[in-house]
């Protein structure tokens, strides 16, 4: 029987898992711990994790907010328009389509 206080990991839900410097969101266990890791984001500060190959990226919504500076009016315009009527799912793909961004960073950017 697992004891109740045992921490389940923060990225996968098992146990054991244990808290470690270089994961400020939860405890991991072994097999993600080896994978994962969490860091600052150079521009806005905030915390972010991710692989360890990429630490020290920007967060997601810094790089939505580079990606939304380069789309024009028009389609700015029709994103709104789309989340204002609920379609969240079309305005995604717009905005996917038109910045070449990933779905995390299109995500990020319905946020803004």
Known sequence: MTDSHEPQCFH???????HRADYVLGALCGECAEQLTSWICPDCGDITSGSRSDAGAHCARCVAQRAWATVPDPAR????????????ILA????????????????ALTRL
């Open 92 to 107: 995604l793909k717009l905005i996917r389509e038109v910045t070449g961004c990933g779905l995390a960073e299109a995500v």
């Open 77 to 88: 315009e029709e994103v709104a328009r789309l989340l204002a009527a609920g379609k969240t």
């Open 12 to 18: 996968c839900g098992t146990t054991p898992a244990a």
